[in-house]
């Protein structure tokens, strides 16, 4: 039985069960690779001291001074402001929170509060606007740690350049420019942080902000008054890219956010400027040595995570059920905290259905009462299951409110035909296949949707089936032919979910490289409260709520989805390498696009709109050499996002 009460949260259902001498051993092991991560970092850290090529230095500090030396570079206070950072502003030298101390030659970043915006700048003001064309600076530090003692590991490492105006009330704009390092990559970049007019630039960077790396930021003249922005990570730049005005960066301070509970660890804090290079890197060599020398950190880090996550001993207990049932209660207005009189385990009343027994086999007994021949409960569960059938194939049952056979509910708009494949569905032993193929064989699925003005003015809503209803696919089956149709459909059946994630700009997608990225969307994984980016914005709902008959909507935000998303642009690739790999000329490619996405042969309109097409991208991209495929890809994502593509006729 389960008491509700005794209720434990699944990731708590075990024990440890050592034997003798495994915890001892264990963490014996794991401070020893806690060890190689300390003596592996300082290494690296002294390494690269030694080693790194630098520009001219603006401003640096390794914190390797005593902690009352802080104050001379550090403050609460951006350059130039009138007010600290916050309501509450960071105390520096301090354990309180929040606080800034240096603790062993590192600076220790303390944030207390859930909320709250703060930060800790530097007292010298910087520009961040080389002045010469293919000139940079750049701003870099070492995330030693992403939490402190037992706290949670930070959700973010928020760092900032160009503090001048906590309170947005000087004269100056642009400035306070956040980026908000995320533990995954993606990091978002904001501009003019904290208030309400602060708005997102956009994303840069692809690697996770774990500690143990180098991370930073350069910022390069490009002239007419832009500034590339490119993230660092071990003083090498990555992909996602920004393009800032100089408006947006004016002179101020570099400093670190407080916010949200994240404490973190940093050490040697640098902003260089560096002349043009011309197109050379002259880091080139030093990252190649810096990547050999990291190679043992990367490997302790590995071990000390698989250590931390798997003590030895570790048994599944399940520990919130009892052998004799708990009591259960009416509840007074369906308060829990308000029990009534006790009740006992029985099937619906109003159902006339046999008593349950007392002990086990009540879900059996419950089962074969709401199935029992000629019963009032088994003619309304076979109604509900066929009509909830003929939905799924016509978009709207025959009952039009599938979870309402009531009073309040819709009448049938056939109820003979309801009647009979309710028949029909019990005579074959409660068969779903046997009622799918008497619908899909059936005249009244087999008709097209093309009509004329009177049967458009007798039946405009199709409900008497003079025609085919034209209806939208449900969200899996867009994503499922759209892998489909571009060859990429991975149709293994079973196995694990496929894990999702979000991204830094709030999207829930399936990261592509992922080996089971391209398999049917019924193997996603379902999050409360993280439905699949492409999936929701085709109405799929989430799993909180019963969904009985799901919305059809009609947005701009649908179009734009399947223009722009990453997973779209990846299916017109693959879909135009699949076309030209099956056909060697354009008018067979043609015709095997529009057999595999619409089904159907293209028109003599349709072939010349599509030629015309090809050849006005091909001529955009001219000065690509891959020009023609280029074009079909884009040919592609239009077939693949088009009506046709999308609607059952």
């Known amino acids: ?125 910087i520009d961040w606007t080389p002045n010469v064309v293919g000139t940079s600076i750049q701003a870099t530090f070492d995330l030693v740690e992403n939490q402190l003692g037992d706290s949670k590991p930070a959700e973010r490492i928020g760092y900032l350049l160009a503090l001048h105006d906590f309170n947005d009330n000087g004269s100056k704009p642009g400035g306070n420019i956040l980026i908000d390092g995320h533990p995954s990559g993606n990091s978002a970049v904001f ?66 956010e407080f916010c949200c509970g994240r404490s973190f660890v940093v050490d040697n804090v640098a902003i260089e400027t560096f002349a043009s290079t011309d197109g050379k890197n002259p880091l080139t060599e030093f990252l190649q040595e810096l990547k050999a020398k990291r190679q043992p950190l990367e490997e302790a880090l590995k071990s000390k995570t698989a250590l931390a996550g798997s003590p030895p001993g570790k048994i599944a207990w399940t520990t919130d059920l009892t052998d004799k049932p708990p009591q259960t209660h009416v509840l007074l207005r369906g308060n829990y905290n308000t029990p009534g009189e006790p009740v006992e385990p029985a099937t619906y009343a109003v159902l006339s259905g046999p008593v349950a027994p007392v002990g086990t086999g009540r879900r059996l007994a419950f089962a074969n009462s709401i199935t029992q021949p000629d019963s009032v409960a088994a003619a309304l569960l076979a109604r509900v299951q066929v009509n909830r059938i003929w939905q799924h194939h016509f978009g709207t049952g025959i009952v039009a409110t ?7 509910g819709s009448p049938p708009s056939h109820p003979e035909l309801l009647d009979w494949l309710a028949a029909e569905f019990v005579r074959s032993g409660w068969s779903t ?135 779209s642009v990846a299916r017109a690739r693959s879909l135009a390498n699949r076309l030209h790999s099956e056909a ?46 280029r074009a079909w890809s884009d040919l592609g994502q239009m077939l693949l996002i088009g009506n046709a593509a999308l609607y059952l006729e």
């Open 433 to 567: 296949k046997h009622v799918v193929r008497l619908i899909v064989n059936s005249a009244a699925y087999r008709q097209s949707s093309l009509t004329d003005e009177r049967r458009l003015q007798l039946d405009p809503d199709a409900r008497r089936l003079s025609r085919f209803p034209v209806r939208r696919l449900d969200a899996e089956a867009i994503r499922d032919a759209m892998l489909f149709a571009s060859g990429d459909l991975d149709d293994r059946l079973f196995g694990p979910y496929i894990p999702t994630s979000r991204t830094g700009v709030g999207e829930t997608i399936v990261a592509e490289d992922h080996p089971g990225s391209k398999r049917r969307s019924i193997y996603l994984q379902q999050k409360r409260t993280q439905v699949h980016s492409l999936l929701q914005v085709f109405d799929a709902p989430s799993i909180v709520f019963n969904s009985t008959r799901r919305p059809r909507s009609t947005m701009p935000l649908q179009s734009l989805n399947q223009l722009n998303s990453d997973f």
């Open 402 to 408: 599938p979870d309402n056979f009531g009073v309040s």
């Open 1 to 125: 039985a389960f008491p509700p009460e005794q209720w434990v949260k699944p990731n708590d259902r075990f024990v440890y069960a050592s034997l003798p001498g495994e915890i001892e051993t264990w963490q014996a092991r794991l401070s020893q690779a806690e060890a190689a991560i300390a003596r592996n970092q300082s290494e690296i850290g002294e390494w690269v001291k030694q080693h790194r090529p630098r520009g001219t230095i603006v401003f640096a500090d390794s914190f390797d001074g005593p902690p009352k030396s802080l104050a001379t570079l550090w403050s609460h206070t951006a350059p130039g402001d009138d007010a600290p950072a916050g309501t509450t502003a960071v105390h520096l030298n301090s354990r309180k929170a929040p606080g800034a101390i240096i603790v062993g030659g590192r600076l220790q970043l303390i944030e207390g509060g859930s909320t709250g915006d703060k930060w800790l700048s530097t007292r010298t003001a």
């Open 191 to 256: 501009l003019d942080y904290p208030g309400s007019d602060t708005k997102q630039a956009g994303i840069i960077g692809t690697s996770g902000y774990l500690p143990g790396r180098n991370f930073g930021i350069r910022i390069t003249n490009k002239g007419d008054g832009k500034f590339l922005l490119e993230p660092l990570v071990d003083w090498q730049v990555e992909d996602k890219t920004l393009t800032l005005s100089e408006a947006d960066l004016p002179v101020g301070g570099f400093g670190f």
């Open 584 to 629: 060697t000329s354009d008018s067979e490619r043609l015709h095997r696009a529009f057999a595999l996405v619409h089904g159907r042969p293209p028109s003599d309109d349709e072939v010349s709109a599509a030629t015309k097409f090809l050849e006005a991208q091909a001529a955009e991209y001219s000065s690509h050499p891959d020009a023609r495929r």
